[in-house]
């Protein structure tokens, strides 16, 4: 089978392993010669900012990462064995900001990254670049080579004022109250090569439990991929479940949109043109949206094991619906 999976970070990444597992695809090529199955991930780039002088893309490294044996299990980003020389030594130099947690150890890939985007390449062929190294066993492509950046209107008592997400996310925790959040950039940016032809060969498309407005919502925001992928027998898992996020803030961005915290307004929010299934935790078993197949099993990736058993049940979902759908 060829899945494609637009995927934000932790929730993506961790998805994805279990998803690769499922398939069977766990060799580190991504064309898996055993199974013929593959899985071509468009990685959200909305969270993507510029410090120091260096292009951080956390999404993308969260999954190369995760998917290269190189994570920090713990903490869902970032590296194992990380150190924080760096940053020490910037904030001794005042240098703002303070509260990015950049480590050593994933300096140096975005020190790889900042010096080939200054040489003239392209965001994908960076992200190639990397995966030589971390041989994520999926072919990961940013959902564009262009710049876009998802920015936060808050009013933090001196007026409205936009700022970046990564800036309302980590410094205020999205304790902020966002008024609206914007993809700058998204209107003239253009799906990165080789995305809308994966999607065109695709089986299926499988949403995995990511941030719907600012990782799964960014990467549908460019414009053509929604439609692309509309074509195709779509299946999501909710990141919600029983009314909240499993982890991470979640509810503050849905809020800001005006969709409610709970799988079946998701569900409804992401729309029955894009998604034929969808599923939601055992509680939420009664969750119904017009239009879109919901089924509920248990959806915690407490263990490789349960997170393998989510994405199967996601493939069969897709495999099922596939017969029907169109
Ligand atoms: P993202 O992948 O970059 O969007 O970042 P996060 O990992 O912060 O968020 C992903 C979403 O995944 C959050 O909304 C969480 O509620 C959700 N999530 C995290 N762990 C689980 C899980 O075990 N099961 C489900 N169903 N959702 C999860
Ligand atoms: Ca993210």
Redesign the pocket.
């Known amino acids: 089978m060829r899945i494609v999976v637009p ?8 998805f994805l392993r279990g998803l690769k597992a499922a398939l069977g695809t766990d060799a580190p090529a991504p064309e898996d010669q055993t199974t013929g199955s593959s899985i071509t991930v468009i990685g ?1 780039t909305g ?1 993507d900012i510029t410090l120091f002088g260096l292009r951080i893309c956390p ?1 993308l490294d ?1 999954v190369m990462y995760t998917l290269g044996g190189g994570i920090n299990e713990e903490q ?1 980003w970032g590296r194992t064995d990380e150190s924080f020389t760096v940053k020490e030594e910037l904030a001794a130099y005042g240098m703002q900001p303070t509260w990015f947690g950049l480590g050593d150890r994933d300096t140096a890939t975005h020190i790889v990254r900042a010096q080939m985007l200054a040489a003239g390449y392209p965001l994908s062929a960076v992200t190639e670049a990397l995966c030589d190294r971390w041989r994520p066993g999926v072919r990961l492509l940013p959902m564009t080579d262009d710049q876009v950046e998802t920015h936060v209107v808050v009013d933090g008592g001196q007026g409205r004022r936009a700022i970046h997400f990564q800036e309302w996310w980590i410094r205020h925790r999205a304790a902020l109250p966002a008024e609206q959040i914007v993809s700058v950039g998204a209107e003239s940016a253009k799906p990165a090569p080789g995305v809308l032809a994966a999607i065109a060969e695709a089986d299926a498309v499988i949403l ?5 407005v ?3 919502g960014s990467v549908l925001n460019v414009p053509g991929m929604r439609e692309a992928m509309a074509d195709k027998t779509v299946v999501g ?5 029983g009314g909240a ?4 803030m ?1 509810d503050a961005c849905l809020s800001a949109i005006g969709v409610e915290t709970s799988a079946g307004a998701v569900a409804e929010h992401l729309g029955a043109d894009l998604l034929d299934g969808w599923l939601v ?1 055992e509680a939420d078993a009664g969750t119904a949206v017009e239009g879109i197949e919901v089924r509920s099993r248990p ?4 263990g490789p094991e349960e997170t393998e058993a ?1 994405a199967r049940a996601a493939v069969d979902l897709a495999v099922e619906l596939a017969g029907t759908d169109r």
């Open positions: 995927a934000g970070g932790i929730g993506g990444a961790r959200n969270d999404d969260t869902g995995p439990p990511s941030n719907p600012v990782s799964v898992v909710s990141p919600i479940i996020p499993v982890r991470g979640a935790d959806l915690y990736m407490t989510i």
